[in-house]
């Protein structure tokens, strides 16, 4: 199985910056894309931006202007770049990996482990 590992979560302030990098275990070409998710306690796991092999990206509108999805294909990693962070954006935020091109959660294959980012008023 691949594995993806995320970090860079933390606590920051309203309006404070965050880079958050996920790691495969391995170069998944097969992957069309990869994506960042978020669930924060008692909601629903949301679709966040994903990004495909050559680069093409799409955002939730959530996110959309804030936050930016970026892959490094040489080594094996996705970042999330989120500027302009708020209170609403606090959630734990997973990255994975999907053979479509979707932002349906349950057409992503696998899933790392989560990091936590909690933003401060």
């Known amino acids: 199985q691949v594995q993806l590992v995320e970090s860079g979560g933390g606590l920051v302030q309203a309006g404070d910056s965050l880079r958050l990098s996920c790691t495969a275990s391995?170069?998944?070409?097969?992957?069309?894309?990869m994506g960042w998710f978020r669930q924060a306690p008692g909601k629903e796991r949301q679709f966040v931006a994903y990004i495909t092999w050559s680069g093409g990206t799409y955002y939730a509108d959530s996110v959309k202007g804030r936050f930016t999805i970026s892959r490094d294909n040489a080594r094996n990693t996705v970042y999330l770049q989120m500027n302009s962070l708020k209170p609403e954006d606090t959630a734990g935020y997973y990255c994975?990996?999907?053979?479509?091109?979707?932002?349906?959660?349950?057409?992503?294959?696998?899933w790392g482990q989560g990091t936590q980012v909690t933003v401060s008023s």
């Open positions: 994975a990996r999907t053979t479509a091109i979707t932002t349906v959660d349950k057409e992503y294959d696998d």
């Open positions: 391995r170069r998944t070409f097969s992957s069309t894309a």
